[in-house]
């Protein structure tokens, strides 16, 4: 077998699974788990390390591996996964199970199935590669990686986490590889609502690989699920001007625009609808104060926040304990709530005085920050549905 080793030319594919956020009940119908559920799309994804074989066609009769592989990865790209497992099928009976190229056809082909979703086909090929790696660390780590994307797609977050975690321990020095081992795990991470741990693991691929569009437009979204609309906006932009891969801008786009103004006046704003059907809108604590995203409901009596929220408001505006309380969620379940008084609220840029808000004694999974009809007296929402839009104003401006 003619194949130089060494020459191997690594190449990213980033795919996506249909669906695999685990939510929590919200205050109101519908909730983040469903927007999620959605984003998830483009957020599930993993980057499988693949090798194109350089073969020596002048030198080495033996060419047809290198046409079989090429051909799979050209039937993967346009999305012809039946194809590709056949050519990477093909390949594999070019080759012999103690060369070192048999692990990485065999990890091309378990990408293949995973987009099939035949899971059990992936992971049939992904162990046996695994096994036939050897001590090549880079075969390891992107075996690694498909398998934790199985794990993924199967439900079990934290074994897919653990597969992640095992990539990043294992030693190469492929640092963009390794990079990509810290994204994947930030994007089980984010479906598991630890937002926060996944930006710390995002930082750490930007870290190693600076030039990593992906890695910015993940970072936005956690930032968008960790309520940090300012961040999540300039990682957005950040990913768009590097000019990525389509699915990376299609995730930046995404954060941008759900976090779009489509007018904007002295009294009144327009905010598209999003995708499961809420508005979400942009509140400040204090003239100059950070925003956050909250989600508006006219149909929730009270406003609530998460508690590392609350925390991050202190530092901007008086907040001041009033009481307990107790909230229904929108799956009937009632939940007590510590209520505090917030001085100095703006929505956008429109005054809300001082408002009520309540923080769950028990932290829910994946609850979306709420703002209620209580806390917005002087604020007037109506919803435009062929537009797809709420227009957002002042109440003394109609």
Not at 112 to 131: G, H, I, P, R, S
Request: net charge positive; with cysteine; glycine share 8%.
């Amino acid at each position: 077998m003619c194949v130089r080793r060494g020459n191997a030319v690594k190449e990213s594919f980033l795919t996506h699974s249909d669906g695999s956020l685990r939510g929590g009940s919200c205050a109101s119908a519908g909730s983040a788990r469903e927007w999620f559920a959605r984003i998830a799309l483009l957020l599930v994804a993993y980057h499988a390390a693949v090798w194109w074989i350089m073969t020596d066609p002048a030198a080495c009769a033996e060419e047809g591996l290198y046409k079989l592989y090429a051909r799979g990865q050209e039937r993967l790209r346009q999305g012809d996964n039946d194809g590709a497992v056949d050519a990477f099928s093909r390949a594999l009976d070019l080759v012999n199970a103690d060369d070192a190229n048999y692990p990485k056809v065999l990890i091309s082909r378990a990408h293949a199935y995973l987009e099939k979703n035949a899971l059990q086909e992936a992971w049939n090929d992904v162990q046996e590669a695994l096994t036939t790696a050897g001590d090549d660390g880079v075969l390891v780590v992107g075996a690694l990686h498909v398998r934790g994307y199985i794990k993924l797609k199967k439900g079990n977050e934290q074994a897919a986490i653990n597969d992640f975690t095992e990539a990043i321990k294992t030693g190469h020095d492929d640092l963009p590889l390794r990079a990509k081992s810290f994204a994947n795990r930030a994007i089980v991470l984010i479906n598991a609502g630890r937002a926060d741990q996944a930006i710390s693991d995002l930082n750490k691929a930007l870290e190693l690989y600076p030039d990593y569009a992906f890695a910015y437009a993940a970072r936005g979204m956690a930032h968008l699920k960790d309520d940090r609309v300012r961040k999540a906006r300039l990682d957005s932009e950040k990913a768009l001007s590097m000019n990525p891969d389509k699915r990376t801008a299609e995730l930046a786009e995404k954060v941008l625009k759900l976090l779009s103004i489509s007018f904007s006046g002295p009294d009144r704003v327009d905010v598209p609808i999003s995708d499961d059907g809420h508005v979400y809108v942009q509140v400040r604590f204090g003239k100059d104060g950070t925003p956050y995203r909250f989600m508006l409901d006219t149909g929730a009596t009270h406003s609530v926040v998460r508690r590392e929220v609350l925390e991050r408001i202190k530092k901007e505006t008086t907040v001041k304990e009033v009481g307990k309380g107790r909230v229904q969620t929108a799956d009937g379940t009632v939940h007590a709530v510590t209520r505090y008084r917030v001085s100095d609220v703006f929505l956008f840029n429109f005054p809300l005085g001082e408002i009520d808000i309540g923080v769950f004694d028990r932290p829910l999974k994946n609850v979306p920050n709420l703002l209620g009809i209580r806390s917005l007296k002087e604020i007037s929402v109506s919803i435009d549905s062929a537009q797809r839009k709420a227009q957002v104003r002042r109440k003394n401006s109609l």
